[in-house]
């Protein structure tokens, strides 16, 4: 049985809970007055977190979660969580749904969207071998109905295989990173590359002491790779040959975090903790953070987020434009003992300006589970929820989406009849973007999936873009007249 509860003005949050309740609701409140917002409850009598979400060319999105029973160790997240995958659109409507639990004799966590291809729309997770406990990467390819049409399995029997983080690079192939042991200090690093076949190219074992779970980025303007862990950057060239290592100055007070942002060809953000001394007698300060840093990972900014006499550590950040950089995290949380905590999104740009601060929470343990910048301007968030009283001695979270109804005050286009004027066009298309205004003096601008500038040109009326030498999948593009934007969209190359 399915219900759904509709809710109009200020809403409380629930605390029955159902074998399956999606509840939307309108939220007013720690948000300026002419923000929509919209949230979706999803909630089952066991625990469940979001992993993953993305958007796709149809103007739809997919979701990835877990679902299952507390785990206490590694090995018991295959075993304990299953895989739930939703399709939804913009203002959280949910048409498909996929429950994956196992391929083959290995079980299945899926991690995150990779690229569109032939086969399908791919993701990369990881699979543990039900009897010898191997762990490899695992591909896998739904089509638009979420239905699995494909699956592959990487990686050799007496080696771990433990992925962590994965990028679509700039020339079509994919780069994953991990390590070769569950346990830190064990085991060494890991870089993987395939082409856009699939075919190996190279697999690189870095003899570095396993210190955490690494993160990759690639800087294209200097045809460099930068394998992140904790305070250290290991910079690789283009053949996946080290080069140097630099590390994150300690004098600044800030921990690193995973997460790492590409804006330029030369330049990314990358999150952090901020710590300061306490007074004696007082908590430490913890406040979020995040670091500008430049291609050989010295930081030229860092900018703190957070209310004082609280502890505010960083979840995420996401953005289209550095224009408007969505930052979230999760205020004072508590385990032992539990109690209640909140979730913080603050709306901010490259230079660490507040412009706007939103949060949820209290009446229970909330938490940061993920975040997305949508492609015409506002965000979706995921927070979990574990009421505590209710079930104090069992973690079953449910999911709560919150997301801006597709637009918001920062940057949303004003539908004028220039906007409807202007086409773009095929879309998806191959080698050939045809744009049609009927006006002169425009600007336009075409992201890639990091918010980098791959290709922009000014045009007056109508011209075609040669986009031949990028890769197959989705883009931003943006058209512009002075400083006002025009028109803004999604727009897909075939491979």
Not at 19 to 40: C, D, H, I, M
Not at 323 to 330: C, K, Q
Not at 373 to 381: I, M
Request: glycine content about 6%.
């Amino acid at each position: 049985m399915v219900i759904i509860i509709i809710f109009t003005g200020n809403a409380a949050g629930m605390n029955n809970k159902l074998f399956f309740l999606l509840a939307f609701f309108v939220l007013g409140y720690f948000s300026v007055l002419s923000q929509t917002l919209t949230q979706k409850w999803i909630s089952t009598s066991q625990d469940e977190s979001m992993e993953s979400m993305t958007y796709l060319y149809h103007d739809f999105l997919i979701l990835v979660s877990y679902r299952g029973y507390e785990a206490s160790t590694y090995q018991e997240q295959f075993t304990n969580y299953s895989n739930v995958l939703y399709k939804s659109d913009f203002n959280l409507s949910f048409s498909d749904s996929l429950f994956i639990d196992e391929i083959d004799n290995y079980d299945v966590l899926v991690r995150s969207f990779l690229r569109v291809d032939n086969t399908g729309i791919m993701y990369w997770g990881k699979a543990l071998e039900k009897d010898t406990q191997d762990e490899q990467l695992c591909l896998l390819w739904f089509d638009e109905d979420l239905t699995l049409v494909d699956n592959l399995l990487l990686g050799s029997p007496d080696t771990l295989e433990v992925i962590s983080d994965a990028i679509l690079c700039t020339n079509g192939n994919l780069l994953f990173v991990g390590a070769t042991n569950f346990e830190a200090l064990q085991g060494n690093y890991i870089l993987w590359e395939f082409n856009e076949n699939l075919n190996q190219i190279k697999k690189v074992i870095l003899e570095e002491t396993v210190e955490g779970s690494p993160a990759i980025l690639e800087i294209p303007g200097t045809d460099k790779y930068h394998f992140i862990v904790g305070f250290n950057t290991f910079q690789f060239d283009s053949e996946l040959n080290y080069d140097t290592t630099y590390v994150f100055p300690s004098d600044i007070s800030i921990h690193p975090q995973p997460q790492n942002k590409l804006f330029s060809d030369f330049d990314y953000i990358k999150t952090g903790l901020y710590l300061s001394a306490p007074i004696p007698g007082s908590p430490w300060e913890m406040d979020m953070a995040f670091s500008v840093m430049d291609e050989n990972a010295s930081v030229v900014n860092t900018y703190t987020f957070g209310i004082p006499d609280s502890t505010d550590s960083p979840g995420k950040l996401d953005f289209i434009t550095t224009d408007s950089i969505y930052f979230a995290g999760t205020r004072n949380i508590s385990l032992n003992p539990v109690e209640d905590s909140w979730v913080s999104l603050y709306t901010t740009n490259l230079q660490g300006e507040v412009l706007d601060h939103q949060f949820w929470g209290g009446g229970g343990q909330y938490n940061f589970s993920d975040l997305l910048a949508l492609p015409e301007g506002g965000f979706l968030l995921a927070i979990t929820k574990w009421d505590y009283e209710t079930n104090p001695d069992t973690v079953t979270r449910d999911i709560s989406l919150v997301t801006e109804n597709y637009g918001n005050p920062v940057t949303k286009v004003a539908e004028t009849e220039i906007n409807k004027n202007i086409s773009v066009y095929p879309n998806p298309g191959n080698d050939i973007i045809h744009l049609s205004a009927g006006v002169n003096g425009l600007h336009f601008k075409l992201f890639d999936t990091n918010s980098k500038v791959v290709i922009e040109n000014n045009f007056s009326s109508e011209t075609t873009v040669n986009i031949s030498q990028l890769s197959g999948g989705i883009y931003i593009y943006e058209i512009s007249q002075g400083n006002k934007i025009l028109k803004r969209g999604k727009w897909v190359k075939q491979f």
